[in-house]
């Protein structure tokens, strides 16, 4: 647990002025990401809603990774937020956009902050099982549960606004609109989570929770928040993904799926908000086609790279340009 | 009468299954600190081999007791082919780094050798249930147990002796101990670390493919058992202890019972009562009941 020292040594003015820099950049890729959506095409529609959606979850799991936890678990929240999406349409008939994406928020932190409260004891690979124990027994509960459609699992509803029900393309197109302003949003919150005084506590944490302690700060409240954090993004994303794919499944509990999150993390890299956004379109892009030309191999694809990242890039891509101008000037 | 025996009967079965799965999980995690996800894959190896072997095996007409014989020498060569390679190959290169990193570099592992194995053995279920039907049947009073399933709890039962014997009694056992205690005392004595690890880790692997094997014959081998059985696996070492052989038979004890009163009293429950009994036990002893508590360095 020692990598990354050097953000926590540098002092907090230093990183004023690149601070506001990074936010007008976040802003201004959201504003074009909002005024592209007339323009973008039905399979890439999809494609970006979805990628925003991952986005949302690895949002919050490079928070906990700050903060030196790794939940190998989120599916856990992504499911509760699909599903709640979907019972909300199917067994309450609500159509409304914002009650749906409320109730998943509503259901992802109540559920969070239970569990957060029996996680944030925990540190290491005892964090990382232990999220990984609670996502699995909601999956056991799902697969067994015949009211919820059991392994197949259920459609979902198509949302409306204001009484108003978009169909087909529309529809899909605000969905777009609505997920690039939540996930552009989050990732603001989350830049400015990061600089704020509790994200300075998260890399304590991360270096030595002790001395966190001594300096009078409940290292396991810090690690509850970030955890209450983390669960909340995940649930918007799996309510985005259900409400785009219009349907929702067991799976989505898996610890595959929760795997999978953990490893457009690290593909993006941890020392930005916006690797986690290039991180998840990425893996979207590379997942559809490497899907459509060889299903195969799709996963050996992705452990390879995987290790690749490990073993030469562990920042991420992310990183890349910065080494490879290192690399050029030396 | 019958469902109290039931209950027991399968969940001994279930838990010998499990533990000699959990038995190699545990040991290379106590050895070497690597939480190994890719132990799916070794056991995934292992049914895979054993299956399409003995699918050979009864095509040739040879005796067909000796059938068991090959279950078991696919394993250990599966075993120690796969186990060789990965530890040679890929964790060589990342030994040292933090133990979470560690859990990503072993899943990396896992997703390569789900595909390399559907590239090998392809995408339709195998079939060995003659190694299964052979042995027949028992009755105890009105219930009827397969033979074969008794006989595998008699190897998980003769694999803990052994090992407990391997780790308590001799001398490659106590070089282990020290290894588990203090790597680094341990080679600072002379210890070669090294080649410890590789031991460990083809050890390990051998008992992963060796409960694949033996369970090839009692079900269809298809993609994807191996991501199902590491979970589980998971769950009986995290009860048991990480790093302890003792603890993985009484988490997959504890396991096989609670699976088995819940298949035979509320099915519904049958998954969740597993990681419900383990997420207790992290409740209670984060560390799991038989694995000594860390200290806390500053």
């Known amino acids: ?330 | 009468m019958t469902l109290p025996l039931a209950i027991a009967m399968d969940g001994l079965i279930y838990a010998s299954w499990l533990f000699i799965i959990a038995a190699g999980l545990t040991l290379i995690y106590g050895v070497m600190r690597i939480l190994n996800l890719a132990h799916g894959s070794f056991y995934a190896l292992g049914a895979y081999a054993a299956a399409s072997a003995v699918a050979w095996y009864f095509t040739t007409g040879s005796p067909p007791l000796l059938s068991f014989l090959l279950l078991a020498a696919c394993a250990v060569g599966m075993g120690v082919v796969a186990g060789l390679a990965i530890e040679r190959g890929i964790l060589r290169l990342v030994y040292g780094r933090d133990e979470v990193v560690m859990i990503l570099v072993t899943y990396g592992v896992l997703l390569i050798l789900e595909d390399v194995i559907k590239l090998i053995w392809g995408v339709n279920p195998y079939y060995a249930y003659q190694p299964y039907t052979l042995l027949g049947r028992t009755r105890i009073e009105n219930l009827s147990l397969a033979n074969y399933d008794l006989a595998l709890v008699g190897l998980a039962a003769l694999l803990a002796l052994l090992l407990g014997l391997l780790l308590h009694r001799t001398r490659w056992g106590k070089l282990l101990q020290v290894v588990i205690f203090d790597r680094e005392l341990g080679a600072a004595m002379g210890i070669d670390v090294a080649r410890v690890f590789t031991t460990t880790f083809v050890l390990g692997a051998i008992l992963g493919a060796l409960a694949g094997a033996m369970t090839a014959p009692s079900l269809s081998v298809a993609p994807g058992i191996g991501i199902e059985v590491i979970v589980l696996a998971f769950a009986v070492v995290v009860i048991g202890g990480l790093g302890s052989v003792t603890g993985a038979l009484v988490g997959a004890l504890m396991v096989g019972l609670a699976r088995a009163s819940a298949v035979h009293l509320y099915p519904e429950l049958e998954l969740f009562v597993i990681y419900a009994v383990m997420g207790l036990v992290l409740a209670f002893r984060p560390e799991g009941l038989f694995a000594p508590p860390a200290a806390r360095k500053i």
Not at chain 1, 79 to 86: D, E, F, Q, W
Not at chain 1, 179 to 188: I, P, Q
Not at chain 1, 293 to 304: A, D, H, K
Not at chain 1, 305 to 310: F, H, K, R, V
Request: include cysteine; proline fraction near 3%; charge should be neutral.
């Open chain 1, 1 to 330: 647990m020692s990598q990354g020292s050097e953000a926590v040594a540098a002092p907090v003015g230093a990183h004023r002025s690149i601070h506001h820099w990074g936010e007008w950049w976040l802003v201004a890729w959201g504003v074009l990401a909002l005024a592209a959506t007339p323009f973008v095409t039905g399979f890439w529609l999809y494609l970006f809603t979805i990628a925003a959606a991952k986005a949302l979850v690895v949002l919050g799991l490079l928070l906990l990774m700050r903060t030196g936890l790794v939940s190998f678990g989120q599916g856990l929240y992504y499911a509760v937020g699909a599903y709640t999406v979907g019972m909300l349409g199917q067994l309450a008939g609500v159509q409304e956009l914002g009650l749906l994406l409320g109730g998943a928020l509503l259901l992802g932190g109540v559920t969070g902050a239970i569990i957060g409260a029996l996680l944030c004891r925990y540190r290491g690979i005892f964090f990382a099982m232990f999220s990984l124990a609670v996502s699995m027994i909601l999956y056991g509960v799902l697969v067994k549960m015949e009211v919820l459609g059991s392994t197949d699992g259920f459609n979902v509803v198509s949302p409306a606004m204001g009484g108003w029900q978009p169909e087909g393309d529309l529809g899909n197109r605000l969905l777009f609109a609505v997920a690039m302003v939540l996930v552009f949003g989050a990732a603001l919150v989350a830049r400015r989570y990061r600089y704020a005084p509790i994200g300075r506590y998260c890399e304590g944490v991360k270096e030595n929770e002790l001395r966190v302690e001594y300096l009078g700060v409940a290292a396991r409240q810090v690690v509850w928040v970030t955890y209450l954090g983390a669960a909340l993004l995940a649930a918007t994303g799996g309510a985005i993904t259900a409400l785009a794919t219009g349907h929702v499944g067991p799976e989505m509990a898996y610890w595959t799926t929760s795997g999978e999150f953990v490893f457009i993390a690290l593909l993006g890299g941890t020392g930005h908000v916006a690797a986690a956004l290039l991180g998840a379109v990425l893996f979207e892009v590379i997942y559809t086609f490497a899907f459509e030309l060889s299903p195969y191999t799709w996963q050996l694809i992705l452990g390879s790279a995987l290790l690749l990242i490990i073993l030469f890039l562990p920042e991420g891509l992310w990183s890349l340009p910065a080494r490879l101008g290192r690399w050029v000037r030396s």
